[in-house]
Nanobody, 124 residues
C-alpha cells in the first residue's frame, strides 16, 4: 500500500546518538499515522513512537525523553532522533504507516505498511 524505506541504523556506543529516517513512497499522504517499532532478537516487537498527520506524538515509556519522532512533509520522510542510547535499545527498527479514518486523530495499534527495517546496535 505504502512503500517505506528505512535508513540510518548502525553501531554506536552507549550514550551516543543516531537518527533514523523512513521515506514513504506516496506524496502528500493526508490523514495518517506513522510509527517506529523495534524488535530485539529475544523480545517481542514493541511500538516506541508514533506521529499523526496533525503533528501529535506518542512515546513508549522506555524511550520517553530520549527519542524524538518527527516528520518532514515536504520530503515525505519520518525521522527518529535517538539520544542517550542504551544497550537495551539494540534492535531492528521498523517504520510503519496506516491511514486514519476521517474524524480520527488517534494512532491505532495496528499498521498495514511496513519497512524492511534498519539495525541499531548499542555497545556498553
Amino acid at each position: 500500500q505504502v512503500q517505506l524505506v528505512e535508513s540510518g541504523g548502525g553501531s554506536v556506543q552507549a550514550g551516543g546518538s543516531l537518527r533514523l529516517s523512513c521515506v514513504a513512497s506516496r506524496k502528500n499522504y493526508s490523514r495518517y499515522c506513522m510509527a517506529w517499532f523495534r524488535q530485539a532478537p529475544g523480545k517481542e516487537r514493541e511500538a516506541i513512537a508514533s506521529i499523526n498527520s496533525y503533528g501529535g506524538t506518542t512515546y513508549a515509556d522506555p524511550v520517553k525523553g530520549r527519542f524524538t519522532i518527527s516528520q518532514d512533509n515536504a520530503k515525505n520522510t519520518l525521522y527518529l532522533q535517538m539520544d542517550s542510547l542504551k544497550p537495551e535499545d539494540t534492535a531492528m527498527y521498523y517504520c510503519a504507516a496506516v491511514g486514519l479514518r476521517v474524524g480520527t486523530i488517534t494512532c491505532p495499534r495496528n499498521y498495514n505498511s511496513w519497512g524492511q527495517g534498519t539495525q541499531v546496535t548499542v555497545s556498553a
